[in-house]
């Protein structure tokens, strides 16, 4: 089932009847994406795919209550406005300023993502959370002490009630209701998308046609379309912050073939999403660009994909960069489903 705006909706209907969302009296809510994109990664069965668990993840994503002092939450690090990152710092900051590693990476359309984290340390959506939950450099708790928390409130214990009929308040339950939510920060309205699907195939400029030609010639590689990434692991190039010594995925598969190589992010929303790479090194697209054009290092598990240097023009550097601005969906970051829950 496809409606007139090209959304595919027919997963919804197939999950139902697999896992019995049709027997649940909650109201239900889509999962929508348009047709012409690859089929989700993530196994939904887990979920009640309600509006109440997709409330009561709502309402965790945005409250400290998951740091040791209630002081961060999920949004501190993940703004909605800027494509669910932050972009006041390079790293993220955890409690008590504390400072980690790493860049926050943008949340968008996860049921698509095969790993999580900058180095795929983390292998499935429902443990995602976990992971910046427990860091001792970011919300510094562990998922029991959370579940007391969330228990002795009266609050949660009322909207945990809303999705489970015995209304338990369990760890597994907590990350469910997280994923659930995070889960639905799909990304497909953008000036892109709508060119794609030939809702606005007269009003993409010259410049923008140039730019998205020079961008399949030589980007589309690691960030294919739609979801501009390949969800595999590259090393681009970067020199060695040598403060941070951060060898990426090599730290999880103690593999030197691993070595530097770095999850590929999504470059949906990359306008707002800066700052950009793994450390957060640089503050503009024109810094990027400029990067691979005439900044990337050798080393032995270089991406082969760079190892022919790309040569771009003054222009031809503009138009790429003009056509990565209409990745932006403002439709997305504004949506009111996915903002602060004031009530």
Same mark, same amino acid.
């Given at each position: ?10 997963i919804?209907?197939?999950?139902a ?6 027997t649940?009296k ?7 994406y ?10 939904f069965s ?5 509006q ?6 709502r ?10 002092d209630n002081?961060?939450?999920?949004a501190?690090?993940?703004t909605?406005a800027?494509?669910?990152t ?9 409690i008590?300023?504390?400072?980690g590693?790493r860049?926050? %990476?943008?949340?968008? /359309?996860?049921?698509? $993502?095969?790993?999580f984290?900058? *180095?795929?340390?983390v &292998?499935?959506i429902?443990l ?9 450099n970011?919300m510094d ?6 579940v007391?928390?969330?228990k002795?409130s009266?609050?949660y ?10 209304g ?7 990350l ?10 799909n990304?497909?309205n953008?000036?892109?998308?709508k ?12 410049q ?8 399949r010639?030589h980007?589309?590689?690691?960030h294919?379309?739609? %979801?501009?990434?390949? /969800?595999?692991?590259e $090393?681009?190039?970067l020199?060695? *912050?040598?403060?941070? &010594?951060?060898?990426g995925?090599?730290?999880?598969t ?6 530097l190589k770095f999850?590929v992010?999504?470059l ?13 090194r640089?503050?503009?697209l024109q810094?990027v660009?400029n ?7 050798p080393?032995?598990?270089?991406s082969?994909?760079?190892e022919?240097?790309i ?8 138009d790429?960069?003009?056509?990565l ?14 903002s602060?829950?004031?009530?």
């Amino acid at each position: 089932m496809v409606n007139e705006r090209g959304l595919h909706t027919a997963i919804i209907l197939s999950l139902a009847l697999c896992f019995g969302f049709m027997t649940v009296k909650n109201k239900k809510i889509l999962f929508e994406y348009p047709d012409y994109w690859p089929v989700p990664q993530y196994d939904f069965s887990k979920l009640t795919m309600t509006q109440e668990e997709f409330n009561l993840g709502r309402v965790l994503f945005y409250d400290p209550i998951l740091s040791k002092d209630n002081s961060i939450s999920c949004a501190s690090c993940h703004t909605q406005a800027t494509g669910f990152t932050h972009i006041d710092h390079d790293l993220s900051h955890g409690i008590k300023g504390r400072i980690g590693k790493r860049n926050a %990476l943008s949340l968008v /359309n996860m049921a698509w $993502n095969t790993s999580f984290m900058w *180095d795929g340390g983390v &292998n499935h959506i429902e443990l995602q959370a976990l992971a910046p939950i427990t860091d001792a450099n970011e919300m510094d708790e562990t998922l029991a002490n959370v579940v007391e928390k969330l228990k002795s409130s009266e609050n949660y214990n009322s909207l945990f009630s809303k999705v489970h009929s015995d209304g338990e308040i369990t760890g597994q339950r907590t990350l469910l209701a997280l994923t659930q939510f995070v889960v639905m920060f799909n990304s497909y309205n953008s000036k892109y998308d709508k060119y794609i699907r030939k809702e606005l195939e007269n009003t993409f400029t010259s410049q923008e046609k140039n730019g998205l030609q020079i961008f399949r010639q030589h980007c589309a590689t690691c960030h294919t379309e739609p %979801l501009f990434t390949n /969800n595999q692991f590259e $090393n681009n190039g970067l020199k060695v *912050d040598t403060t941070l &010594n951060d060898y990426g995925r090599y730290f999880i598969t103690n593999n030197p073939k691993d070595s530097l190589k770095f999850k590929v992010p999504s470059l949906r929303n990359i306008q707002f999403t800066k700052p950009y790479m793994h450390d957060g090194r640089y503050e503009s697209l024109q810094e990027v660009i400029n990067h691979y054009t005439s900044e990337v290092q050798p080393s032995q598990t270089l991406s082969k994909k760079l190892e022919k240097r790309i040569v771009l023009t003054h222009e031809e550097k503009i138009d790429l960069l003009v056509f990565l601005r209409t990745l932006s969906d403002e439709e997305f970051l504004f949506d009111k489903r996915f903002s602060f829950p004031f009530q």
